[in-house]
């Protein structure tokens, strides 16, 4: 499952880079040139300048035509990008949901408390029987609640933090 997890984490890279270039060229659809207005806006605004400047009897302006295809391509070509960054979306937020079969819970906290060089470590584990923590901190064992694990765990307390974590299989949990 590791080198599985890892190869899919190149492609996933991979896919954030295509994802990044893709935003990029959209941006540069939507505020063309950086002077906030879209490709699309420009040629349709023109298009419409035809359209009001024209003589009534004169139903085709020279370069007509051509805008109006330049209008038609952008919009596709900007319709194809739209789709394309959702897709990368959704394969990206997706691309571990088949491994998500074994859902794990957490187990235990080992926590630090101090500097880089000094300090001190206990661990709340987790009872799953009597659904409780317990706080390990040298000779003294004692029972914590869910908020002691979260401050401690995310630092909540002036240099404190969890040091490292251990999940379990949520089935384990359930049997034990």
Excluded: C
């Amino acid at each position: 499952n590791k080198d599985e997890a890892l190869k899919r984490r190149i492609v996933i890279n991979e896919k954030r880079k295509e994802l990044s270039a893709i935003e990029n060229q959209i941006e540069s659809h939507i505020n063309y040139k950086s002077k906030g207005v879209s490709l699309d806006l420009i040629l349709s605004s023109f298009l419409d300048y035809l359209n009001e400047t024209s003589n009534s009897g004169d139903d085709i302006h020279p370069h007509k035509n051509f805008f109006e295809q330049r209008s038609t391509i952008e919009s596709n070509v900007l319709s194809d990008l739209k789709q394309k960054q959702d897709d990368l979306i959704k394969q990206i937020s997706g691309a571990y949901d088949d491994m998500k079969q074994y859902p794990y819970t957490l187990f235990a906290v080992w926590v630090h408390s101090g500097e880089a060089y000094s300090g001190h470590y206990w661990a709340y584990i987790r009872d799953f029987k009597q659904d409780k923590w317990m706080k390990f901190n040298d000779l003294h064992v004692t029972e914590a609640s869910d908020s002691d694990v979260i401050k401690d765990g995310f630092g909540g307390n002036s240099n404190i933090s969890a040091y490292f974590l251990i999940y379990v299989s949520t089935e384990y949990a359930l049997q034990n």
